[in-house]
């Protein structure tokens, strides 16, 4: 069991779990777990039950022979993206999002051939993929997503501008829907949540690159993570506009 690889984890489960969105009813001891950057059984037991991120994790850690699904690379490449999602193989993702995840029963037939379709071309089981490409949200709320709920569900990104005692000034790019395109629009300034950082916050500096969900800060991210987290998420934005299609757009982005 790696601490390092729960307590990064936490930090990036936390945000959704605060809203009651997904995984187990256990706010109050996540936010800890996550404020206090502290792992053990407890916290394994509370992200095991989260019924999208643990199977996605322990699929990962099987591809790459790693025993751990909570390793700390195994983590970050769900989560952030990195060379352990090119050694998965396209087929036992098929067979894993329709038996583990059951996504057949969740989608149209034709959602699922579209869905198909996007493994032959480079889908990868990255966050990314499954929050823009497979659009029914899942956790404790089965409805389709809405520009708005597909943007707070993914991972993102911003520079630090300003630190303020429980929360961040970021520039960052919102994800926006435009002419039939999904696509990031223009740098903007957001001010996200850091109430769940507490001893953290001073290793934060004004210039620093982070990532958030829900609107609440996960981590501080190097440059290196910067260019993988938007890599996959470009990967993952660029499968959704080439096979989904019009009809399927319009309705999850105007709705």
């Known amino acids: 069991m790696n601490q390092h690889g729960l307590t990064l984890c936490s930090r990036f489960a936390y945000p959704p779990n605060s809203y009651a969105l997904c995984g187990p009813s256990k706010q109050n001891d996540l936010c800890w777990y996550a404020s206090n950057v502290h792992g053990d059984k407890g916290l394994s037991d509370i992200l095991s039950q989260f019924t999208t991120l643990y199977p996605y994790l322990c699929f990962i850690a099987g591809e790459n022979n790693i025993k751990d699904p909570f390793d700390p690379l195994v983590v970050e490449a769900y989560w952030i993206g990195n060379s352990l999602l090119e050694k998965t193989s396209q087929s036992r993702f098929a067979l894993y999002l329709e038996d583990t995840l059951g996504v057949k029963k969740r ?87 850091a109430y769940a950082l507490n001893q953290n916050i001073h290793q934060i500096t004004v210039g620093d690159w982070i990532s958030y969900h829900w609107g609440i800060l996960c981590v501080r991210i190097s440059l290196i993570q910067l260019q993988r987290l938007i890599f996959y998420t470009q990967k993952a934005i660029h499968l959704f506009n080439q096979t989904t299609s019009y009809e399927t757009k319009n309705y999850i982005y105007h709705r």
Not at 164 to 175: A, F, G, H, N, V
């Open 107 to 193: 989608i149209t037939r034709t959602g699922y051939t579209t869905l198909l379709s996007k493994l032959h071309i480079g889908a990868l089981p990255h966050h990314a993929f499954h929050v823009i490409n497979i659009w029914r949200r899942t956790g404790h709320d089965d409805s389709p997503h809405s520009a708005k709920s597909m943007e707070a569900c993914l991972i993102n990104w911003g520079k630090v501008t300003k630190i303020m005692k429980y929360s961040l000034t970021i520039d960052t790019y919102p994800l926006i829907y435009h002419q039939k395109i999904l696509k990031f629009g223009s740098k903007q300034q957001r001010n996200i949540r």
